[in-house]
């Protein structure tokens, strides 16, 4: 009895030193971030689903504030979703935003976090502003999905699973995703090299505007790995919308589209969770009227398609990946389910459900 009873402490007093252990971590701007322990009071900028795939169960009860308009505004359906099943959403503070121009120090500063957590497009933006943040003794850790790379991926969950204690989900994650892109690269090795041009158009303009495209980060670096002919690149630097003269002369072979829940804007591309697929094609139908697109290789030949621009930038973005090399390689991923991946990985790791549009072909199949 005295021998288990030691045993239980000494597991006891390993688990305790484990959770008030420094933690050290070198972010993705390769800025080394010291806390005394892992942080339990956090004012979070974005990777919200990412955050909540690492930490886990109890996550929120660790966030005392968030930049909410890229959740609220940008996803309202899948915040809406993520309100409804984390109640705890409605009494935390918001902190403002980089992109509406009104991110408050004094409110980070004012709430008392142990850490904030900024991705690297809102470091950027707040510049010396984040230097105040440190100044009054709270240190910001930068992480970085959006550059759609495997390391990146790889280093910022290691980040948030060590400043957060929460190293053996972060684990699960990272081999999660590792051996799904393993096998994406993998099948694409075996296959013919495509020789497939890719243009991808984020929707939230609708048809009647030309809206970005992307060289080499989120859709566009996807579409890289892959070893599609992604007509942006070389063409951008970064994100941009391409001239319309250009994409008609480039004659594309597979078009992407992506769109998200926008309600306020009546003719954006809408995709997404809880969104209806007879809406989704009447928000598509207009593209395939834009001035010389009915002689394009990809509207002739049914290679047009719709995705969900929530879903890349995140621990799950391996399923559109999936999807787009379905397009590039048929053969090499006839018997992959990217859609149902995608249940699959919520399922297993978020609270709520993968109910809704995630990826459409503007024909009779949504595959």
């Known amino acids: ?7 239980l402490t000494l597991e006891f007093l390993s688990i305790t030193g484990q959770a008030n252990a420094e933690v050290i971590v070198n972010d993705v701007l390769d800025h080394q971030v010291r806390l005394e322990k892992p942080a339990e009071r956090v004012v979070l900028g974005f990777y919200y689903e990412d955050f909540l795939a690492v930490v886990g169960p109890n996550a929120l009860d660790k966030v005392i504030a968030l930049s909410l308009a890229p959740w609220k505004d940008w996803r309202p359906n899948q915040y809406a979703l993520y309100e409804a099943a984390l109640p705890k959403l409605h009494s935390i503070s918001d902190v403002g935003a980089t992109d509406n121009g009104d991110f408050s120090v004094e409110k980070v500063v004012a709430a008392r976090p142990d ?4 991705p690297a497009w809102a470091n950027k933006a707040l510049g010396t502003s984040v230097k105040q943040i440190e100044d009054a003794g709270i240190p910001v850790v930068t992480i970085d999905y959006n550059a759609q790379t495997l390391e990146k991926h790889i280093q910022s969950t ?4 060590k400043v957060m204690g929460a190293e053996t989900r972060a684990h699960q994650l990272i081999e999660n995703y590792k051996a799904a892109m393993a096998d994406i690269d993998a099948r694409v090795k075996r296959a013919t090299p495509t020789q497939k041009k890719v243009y991808i158009e984020v929707g939230s303009k609708g048809a009647s505007s030309i809206g970005n495209s ?3 980060d989120m859709w566009g670096g996807l579409v890289n790995r892959l070893g599609g002919q992604n007509i942006a690149k070389g063409e ?3 994100l941009g919308p391409l001239n319309p003269e250009f ?5 594309p072979d597979v078009i992407l589209i992506a769109g998200s829940e926008w309600q306020k804007k009546p003719e954006a591309m809408t995709m997404g969770f809880s969104i209806d697929e007879s809406m989704a094609r009447q928000r598509l139908a207009p593209y395939m009227a834009r001035a010389g697109w009915s002689e394009l290789p990809a509207v002739k030949n049914g290679d047009v398609y719709a995705i969900y621009h ?4 995140t621990l799950s973005d391996y399923v559109y990946a999936q999807y787009i090399a379905k397009q590039l390689y048929p053969e090499e991923f006839k018997d992959l389910d990217p859609a149902q991946e ?3 990985y919520y399922a297993k790791w978020l609270p709520i459900k993968a109910d809704g549009l995630f990826m459409m072909r503007y024909g009779k199949s949504t595959q």
């Open 214 to 216: 992307y060289s080499g």
């Open 247 to 251: 994409v008609l002369a480039q004659k």
């Open 310 to 313: 929530g879903g890349a930038r």
């Open 342 to 344: 995608l249940r699959d």
């Open 115 to 118: 850490l904030v957590i900024l």
């Open 236 to 238: 951008l630097k970064g």
């Open 158 to 161: 290691e980040v948030l699973g």
């Open 1 to 7: 009895m005295k021998a288990l009873f030691f045993s």
